[in-house]
């Protein structure tokens, strides 16, 4: 599978080139140019400029205001926007320009913290396998996956990706379904055997029968539910909107009682000045900033301001199994002995044999008879049947370890102990024989990470009412892991539409949803849930691509982290709006009376902002 690399952003995508940026800068500019003219006595001309210089710059604020409103949102903008309109009708640009430099630095801020917009389904494109091939009466052809017909015939190399889904005809293998299914263990791929496009192809070659074209394969209808997932993805009102909706009317209230008690067009101004909800503009964004950078310490990498002020408002999480909760590798929990020879001792048989697989599961028996020290003879006479396993001679002695069917071949006698074995655990078994006699059972599973426990304890102080477990791994297997952890709602056997269905209902129930998840069957879900969570140092890839938060580290505690640092970030953004709007409120108090003439008004805003600002950067800490 090659590597893919994402496109480069353009230059309207840079947010240090935005829109907000260059008026921002530009209303700045003016301001100290204008004040620099002012001093050398050309105060009249500067009036004059800085008025043209304020209908242009202030054009854009009204224009996006004029929108909201036509689409019935009126928050921070609607007060900035009166305000402009009333400097300029009054003929005062210097408080109208600070409020055009207000506004737009705040909006360059928040443009600042989202960075990029995802690259979800570009990636995800662009890991799609992209050729096949084709089995003809001459031999085989390259072909474009897209040119597969139902029906066609494919031989399916060692390394290569599936092209679309289709029925295995010919050959043998181990299939690595991780990346769709969550499964960690290879499966072994023999005829009539079904495989969806994106599976990745192991040891072996096959030949398969294509049942789907690749456009309706699996592969492509996770891409598809990414993109729709993305596309009616609903975000949760951001923290400044919230306010705006009771202070807007405040301050609508507080300038016509201004007029009604004065009549003077001048202290309306002066309210709007000091009224115009710079804290609600800026103390979001640069909480944000502080709080991503924080998090970026942490080896954690926040996408957008939105997704950390979701992230602290989070109800419910809902976790993935396979690389999530637990590692993603296989490991061998333990050998029983059959038939009187001790388990070390065969174990060690076994360990000996499997040195010469290419099994993905022959390295973790090696890797567990070395944990026990154990010396390993070299094997002879080596056969292997891939996908199913391997014999050969071991101290003179012959050896079968695979599936009860295989090592049945060798053993007939012990048929009915090993299909007792395989009842009695459902999960992955594998068996050992030695000159026809069963003489030991492996049982491998995937291993727990061991701070799940303390996660989750964690998310319960921090109010998560709910943790669900959703996985494409077997329903008994992941009911198993969830009764190890102390997670009641399970769920199994799932398709990565499955997994998204169940994500939008608990949005629809009203929950806010964090979905953590580390590989491409994730994807969908994460992209659907309010906060998906990609743990890259396991998964990465396309994961990461569609999730709002990816953490680098293999450390599952990280969420935890995340989560404390969002409500951090949104507690000392609500604190510095709350002490800024007070600051305000009373201002507009004093200009209602005629104490704070405009052009003051605008330079008492500043201060207030500065020490918004200051109160918002505790969020680093």
Request: charged share 20%; aromatic share 4%.
């Amino acid at each position: 599978m090659s590597a893919t690399v994402g496109t480069a952003p353009s230059l309207s995508d840079r947010p240090y080139l935005s829109r907000p940026t260059i008026i921002a800068a530009l209303a700045a500019v003016t301001m100290l140019a204008g004040g620099a003219a002012r001093a050398t006595g050309h105060g009249s001309q500067v009036n004059r400029v800085w008025i043209v210089a304020l209908i242009l710059l202030g054009a854009p604020i009204v224009w996006k205001m004029l929108v909201a409103a036509r689409h019935g949102r009126f928050a921070t903008d609607l007060v900035a926007a009166a305000a402009l309109i009333a400097a300029i009708l009054l003929r005062e640009p210097l408080p109208g320009l600070v409020i055009v430099l207000m506004q737009t630095g705040g909006e360059a801020l928040e443009r600042y913290a989202e960075g990029r917009a995802s690259a979800a389904v570009r990636e995800l494109e662009a890991a799609f396998p992209r050729h096949a091939r084709r089995v003809r009466d001459f031999g085989t052809e390259d072909i474009d996956a897209n040119a597969v017909l139902v029906g066609d015939t494919l031989l399916l190399r060692p390394g290569e990706l599936v092209p679309c889904d289709g029925i295995v005809v010919g050959g043998f293998s181990d299939v690595d379904t991780s990346s769709l299914t969550g499964e960690p263990v290879p499966i072994a791929a023999s005829s009539d055997v079904r495989l969806l496009s994106g599976y990745l192809n192991g040891s072996g070659s096959l030949t398969m029968r294509a049942t789907a074209i690749a456009g309706a394969s699996q592969y492509a209808r996770i891409v598809e539910l990414v993109r729709s997932a993305q596309a009616t993805k609903s975000p949760l009102q951001r923290v400044a909107e919230r306010y705006a909706v009771w202070f807007t009317p405040l301050t609508a209230l507080a300038c016509a009682a201004t007029y009604y008690a004065s009549g003077d067009w001048t202290r309306v101004l002066a309210v709007l000045v000091v009224a115009t909800p710079c804290p609600l503009i800026l103390a979001p964004p640069v909480a944000i900033v502080a709080g991503i950078n924080r998090a970026a310490r942490c080896q954690i990498i926040v996408r957008n301001g939105a997704a950390l002020e979701q992230l602290g408002s989070i109800t419910t999480a809902v976790f993935d199994k396979t690389g999530t909760l637990s590692v993603g590798r296989p490991a061998l929990q333990r050998m029983d002995a059959v038939d009187g020879l001790p388990a070390g001792d065969a174990l060690r048989f076994a360990a000996a044999l499997e040195q010469s697989s290419s099994h993905p599961l022959a390295r973790v028996v090696v890797l567990a008879a070395a944990q026990g020290a154990a010396t390993l003879p070299v094997p002879s006479e080596v056969v292997e049947s891939a996908g199913q396993g391997i014999t050969g001679m071991v101290d003179g002695r012959r050896v079968h370890v695979g599936s009860g069917k295989y090592v049945g071949a060798g053993a007939p006698a012990d048929a009915m102990t090993m299909r007792a074995a395989r009842e009695a655990d459902p999960g992955l078994t594998s068996f050992v024989a030695i000159d026809g006699r069963l003489v030991g059972v492996m049982h491998f599973a995937d291993t727990l990470r061991p701070d799940v426990g303390a996660l989750l304890a964690r998310l319960a102080r921090r109010g998560v009412r709910r943790t669900i477990l959703l996985s494409g791994d077997h329903d008994a297997t992941t009911r198993a892991v969830a009764e190890r952890v102390g997670i009641a709602e399970v769920r199994g056997d799932l398709l990565p539409e499955d997994k998204v269905a169940a994500v939008k209902q608990l949005v629809r129930d009203g929950e806010v949803v964090l979905m953590v998840g580390d590989g491409t069957n994730d994807a969908p879900a994460l992209s659907a849930a309010h906060v998906g969570i990609a743990l890259a140092g396991h998964g990465g890839g396309i994961t990461s691509e569609a999730a709002d938060v990816i953490i680098l580290s293999d450390e599952l505690e990280r969420v935890g982290d995340a989560i404390a640092i969002a409500r951090r970030t949104t507690r000392v953004a609500r604190q510095s709006i709350w002490a800024g709007l007070g600051m305000s409120g009373i201002a507009m108090i004093f200009a209602g009376v005629g104490m704070i003439p405009p052009a003051a008004g605008a330079v008492l805003q500043e201060a207030i902002d500065v020490a918004v600002i200051l109160n918002a950067l505790r969020a680093s800490r």
